[in-house]
């Protein structure tokens, strides 16, 4: 099992530019997450899903979109990236019932 | 609104005890999770009380009192690799966490 891949795991975006992120898990989990790590802190929720077709806001969705139309993948993106949105971004996923979040190796963006 | 408060950096030696505190004050409560996060590393699951009382899981124990929004990450014979970021999370009933800010951890020789 690959558990939660995502890609790239760099990238460097000019204000302005849009892309999207994408989240990859082969253990069937129902639930899927987006978060954001500024240096120094906590992770912050961006949306989430609860199943594939659906998809809720979390602490800070604005300037961001997500998509789940499979249920191994959840995609995160931007339409015009912002130097706000400098960040970590982190997926996660985890089963229904269980407690534990499994999380993807993070992606690395810089908006200039 | 959510909020949790843990403190920011513990500095401990090897093979002593430290004890990592978390005050919680949220709109709804399942429970508390803890998480490790290596330097340029994902955080990983340790642990989840959602009952008052005290988990053990090998060199790590984690407790909880609802009555009083408070837990605690303890753990015990410190080794160098400890030396991590640790975040409790609250799960306000929304399938999703809210996290703290992080304690540093720093384990010295």
């Known amino acids: 099992n690959a558990g939660v891949t995502q890609t790239p795991k760099f990238r460097v975006l000019k204000t302005g530019q849009s892309m999207t992120l994408l989240c990859a898990q082969d253990m069937n989990h129902e639930y899927m997450y987006w978060y954001r790590q500024d240096p120094g802190m906590g992770l912050r929720l961006i949306h989430y899903?609860?199943?594939?077709?659906?998809?809720a806001k979390g602490e800070v969705p604005d300037g961001y979109n997500v998509s789940r139309l499979k249920k191994q993948n959840f995609l995160l993106g931007l339409e015009s990236a912002a130097p706000s949105q400098t960040s970590v971004y982190f997926c996660?996923?985890?089963?229904?019932?269980?407690?534990?979040?499994?999380f993807g190796p993070g992606t690395r963006l810089t908006v200039l | 609104g959510q909020s949790l408060e843990q403190p920011s950096e513990v500095t401990a030696v090897e093979g002593a005890i430290v004890q990592i505190n978390c005050t919680y004050q949220?709109?709804?409560?399942?429970?508390l999770s803890w998480y490790q996060q290596h330097d340029g590393g994902a955080p990983t699951f340790l642990s989840y009380n959602g009952l008052d009382g005290l988990e053990e899981t090998g060199r790590f124990s984690s407790f909880l009192s609802r009555s009083d929004s408070y837990g605690y990450l303890l753990l015990q014979e410190l080794q160098m690799k400890d030396s991590a970021s640790y975040f409790c999370a609250v799960d306000t009933g929304r399938r999703a966490l809210t996290f703290g800010s992080g304690t540093r951890l720093q384990v010295q020789p």
């Open positions: 949220t709109s709804g409560f399942y429970g």
């Open positions: 899903s609860v199943g594939e077709g659906t998809t």
């Open positions: 996660a996923s985890r089963i229904a019932g269980k407690n534990e979040q499994f």
